[in-house]
């Protein structure tokens, strides 16, 4: 199963930012009497929001934010809407809960492990807007190659990286192979001792400054030999507006039956599916997570303890 936290690695702040970093050291001034300052109009900003401002973790906004913005601009001697026209629109659509996906505590904690080892902070601010993520099946029934394609978005300042995630939690296995496809590269693969979490981090071709989105694609090859896989599926922290899992079965290997697994961080629920018409099934999220969309299948008579969510 692929999952994804909405980590990412920041880079430089924004023009913005840029742009009141300059503006304050040119004068020269500290961020203590440009607070002052503003208070003395009325404007009661505090030190952090200050200094997030000129850092590029967050932007003015609101009425109160714009208008102390245009006394900071008369204060520091620059042109009327001068930094304030830096400012693009900052809307990323309703975010939600950053929330790992499925109620396994220990995965959890193996999945920050990996996190750490790529160098990446967990959880973090991007998140995946539109997903369409396609598996492969093989001739004997196995998940061999899943293609991903995804919209990304950064929530908060700019970010340069994003870890992508295979787990298989409870079953260990051999390290996939994870390639970037397009949108940029692999810089770094990390897998923990457990065998459950394997993860890559896919380095943006361009930074990506909030509320911007980029199109991306990775791919990742299973090994021959590792435990059976008859399953598939997509895990994301934030809400997705779109979800989509296609998982495409080799003619001769039609399964007798499948079902859907959806699993949250407060727990699981399985749904049988009905027959498959044709050679493959496809399931459609909309406004989706944080939660796991899966798919399971097998042939022959279907055990009934399947049938039981856990």
Wanted: charged residues 20%; proline residues 9%; negative net charge.
């Amino acid at each position: 199963m692929e999952y994804t936290n909405g980590g990412g690695l920041h880079s430089s702040p924004d023009g913005f930012a840029g742009a009141l970093r300059d503006a304050i050291n040119a004068r020269p001034v500290t961020l203590s009497w440009l607070q002052r300052q503003l208070k003395d109009r009325g404007n009661r900003v505090s030190m952090a929001t200050l200094s997030y401002w000129r850092s590029g973790a967050r932007r003015p906004e609101g009425p109160q934010s714009l208008a102390a913005l245009a006394d900071i601009e008369e204060l520091l001697g620059l042109e009327d809407m001068a930094l304030t026209r830096l400012l693009r629109p900052n809307r990323t659509g309703p975010l939600g809960p950053n929330q790992f996906p499925i109620d396994q505590l220990e995965l959890e904690r193996a999945v920050m492990d990996v996190y750490a080892a790529l160098g990446t902070p967990y959880p973090d601010t991007s998140r995946e807007v539109t997903t369409h993520s396609v598996t492969d099946v093989d001739a004997q029934g196995e998940v061999s190659f899943c293609s991903t394609r995804s919209i990304v978005q950064s929530t908060v300042g700019t970010i340069t990286a994003i870890p992508f995630l295979e787990i298989t939690p409870g079953v260990r296995t051999t390290a996939p192979r994870i390639e970037a496809v397009a949108g940029g590269r692999i810089a770094a693969r990390s897998s923990h001792p457990n065998g459950e979490v394997h993860g890559a981090l896919f380095e943006l071709d361009v930074p990506l400054a909030a509320p911007d989105t980029a199109m991306v694609e990775w791919s990742v090859a299973y090994p021959s030999g590792v435990p059976s896989s008859r399953d598939t599926g997509h895990a994301v922290a934030r809400q997705c507006r779109e979800l989509l899992v296609w998982t495409r079965f080799h003619p001769d290997a039609v399964p007798d039956w499948c079902e859907e697994m959806v699993e949250t961080p407060s727990g699981l629920t399985v749904t049988p599916l009905p027959p498959i018409q044709g050679t493959s099934v496809h399931q459609v999220r909309r406004a989706f997570g944080p939660g796991a969309l899966q798919l399971r299948w097998g042939y022959g008579p279907r055990d009934a303890q399947e049938d039981q969510p856990g």
